[in-house]
């Protein structure tokens, strides 16, 4: 898979410093995290990405200054649900406005690909294939109502212009960690219908449409070994292909 370079590459010290946030905001006690929701009502700034770790796939930790507990995510499902035309008009300008901090995602040419809803969550991935980068919110958006509030964002890809997918084939794009949540996005090649993601207990069913693909789940997809060292969370995939075909534990193209 292609490198990731959402930004000049930090320092491990950096690394190091941003992990430590990250603990800080996970032990956070629930009572202090919602009285800081209730007093912080609005959009969510992201604080940091930092690519984790020199592994095969790019791992984003993105950090915010505050974050609700997984009790906040009760409503999530594993099998999602597409946004409407309306739901995506309403969500989509305040995805947009968290996105505008990004100074390597240009959102004038940057086009809404993928809408998904699980509960009274939804999730946003917009791209530009030249260069192949990906913006990506979070938002918390009750059915049937106005209120979006809670966005979190991020953004990663590459210099260049976005690669081809073989046929049947699937690749990895950036892999977000908030406080609570994760989300991931990647391409997949012609024939490739259906992504199932396993990870930490959990099955996600990814939304596919025209060659690309996104999915979020309530969970933190890096934790820290026995060592102390901040690992990806396994993760396998099952593709579906568009001859009933399901391939278990495939690999995503290099």
């Known amino acids: 898979m292609k490198a990731l370079d959402a930004a000049t590459p930090p320092t491990f010290e950096q690394y190091a ?8 905001i996970v032990a956070t006690p629930l009572e202090e995290s ?7 009502k609005k959009q969510l700034r992201t604080w940091m990405l930092v690519p984790a770790l020199a592994a095969a796939a790019a791992v984003l930790l993105v950090l915010a200054p505050w974050g609700r507990s997984s009790r906040a995510y009760a409503t999530w499902t594993p099998v999602p649900v597409p946004l409407s035309a309306d739901e ?14 990004s100074a390597y995602l240009d959102l004038d040419h940057a086009r809404l690909v993928l809408a998904e809803r699980r509960g009274e969550y939804v999730a946003l991935l917009y791209r530009t294939e030249n260069p192949d980068m990906a913006g990506f919110c979070l938002a918390h958006n009750v059915p049937g109502t106005n209120d979006v509030d809670e966005v979190k964002s991020g953004s990663a890809g590459g210099s260049g212009p976005a690669e081809t ?21 990647g391409a997949a090649g012609v024939g490739v219908t259906g992504l199932t993601i396993h990870t930490g207990g959990l099955t996600v069913e990814a939304t596919v449409r025209d060659g690309r693909w996104v999915a979020w789940w309530p969970g933190q997809a890096i934790a820290k070994d026995e060592e102390g060292e901040w690992r990806d969370v396994p993760r396998t995939y099952d593709v579906l292909m568009n ?12």
Do not use: M, Y
């Open 34 to 40: 919602e009285r800081s929701e209730t007093s912080k």
């Open 88 to 101: 995506s008009g309403l969500v989509g300008p305040a995805c947009r406005k968290q996105l505008s901090g």
């Open 165 to 185: 997918t073989p046929a049947g084939r699937f690749t990895e794009g950036a892999l977000a960690s908030f406080p609570a949540a994760s989300i991931t996005n």
């Open 17 to 24: 410093r941003a992990a430590d946030t990250l603990d800080r």
């Open 243 to 254: 001859d009933g075909r399901v391939i278990k534990n495939a690999q995503p193209a290099s």
